[in-house]
């Protein structure tokens, strides 16, 4: 690799440090250098928001900036959400709600529409139509079926309260530190995104398998 620099990124809690090119974007440094192909690309121009991950607290298109940009980030990315403390093991409740408000559609733009709208409800855990659909107004659904995913994000709040309330009224926090390691090393199993739908389309093809091309 030419003029690789070496960079370290905090991933849904694991740490990487990998050598990407001095031009290689976040995204695909994201897709190739760490195999967490659930984050996608669309446009590589910013308009779609596809390849939305969070980084360091904030929702930012990954296809916007250079893996360089950001050395010693936390980033969160799709897979990453099902080991948060409000998932309790299982689904983390917009994944849920996407799939009991059938926000999924052809799923292409989901993990972008995840992290702006987990993004969203660490902000404003009971935000209205409004503001949900002014937080996803970056991310395109190419499916149009933004009343549905408004919905799920709507789903997610009113669990998440739930949730809240069941314990006191504390939130959930995400109590993951650096040091931690994931058993699966942050890889979606078999390195394909699940959305927690059975029978599932199973996202993209990944830029390996299509030559280095995304869908």
Same mark, same amino acid.
């Given at each position: 690799?030419?003029?690789?620099? *070496? ?17 290689? $974007? $976040? ?54 959400? *099902? ?7 299982? $689904? ?8 009991? *408000? ?37 991310? $395109? ?67 390996? *398998? ?6």
């Amino acid at each position: 690799m030419t003029n690789a620099r *070496e960079i370290t990124l905090t991933v849904n809690g694991t740490e990487h440090t990998i050598e990407v090119e001095p031009r290689q $974007l $976040l995204v695909h440094a994201i897709r190739e250098e760490l195999d967490l192909t659930g984050t996608h690309i669309g446009c590589d121009t910013g308009n779609c928001g596809a390849c939305t991950v969070i980084k360091d607290g904030e929702p930012i298109k990954s296809c916007l900036m250079f893996a360089t940009q950001a050395d010693g980030s936390e980033l969160m990315t799709v897979e990453g959400m *099902e080991d948060l403390p409000e998932a309790r093991g299982e $689904l983390h409740p917009l994944q849920e709600g996407f799939r009991e *408000e059938h926000g999924l559609q052809c799923g292409y733009c989901t993990p972008g529409m995840l992290m702006s709208g987990k993004a969203l409800l660490d902000e404003n855990p009971d935000p209205n139509e409004d503001e949900i659909r002014e937080a996803i107004s970056g991310n $395109l659904c190419r499916c149009t079926g933004y009343q549905n995913i408004v919905r799920s994000i709507e789903y997610a709040a009113d669990e998440l309260e739930s949730v809240a309330a069941a314990d006191g009224g504390e939130r959930p926090t995400d109590s993951r530190s650096a040091s931690e390691t994931r058993s699966d090393g942050g890889v979606a199993v078999d390195g394909e995104f699940d959305c927690g739908v059975e029978n599932c389309c199973g996202g993209p093809t990944t830029d390996r *398998e299509r030559g280095g091309e995304s869908e």
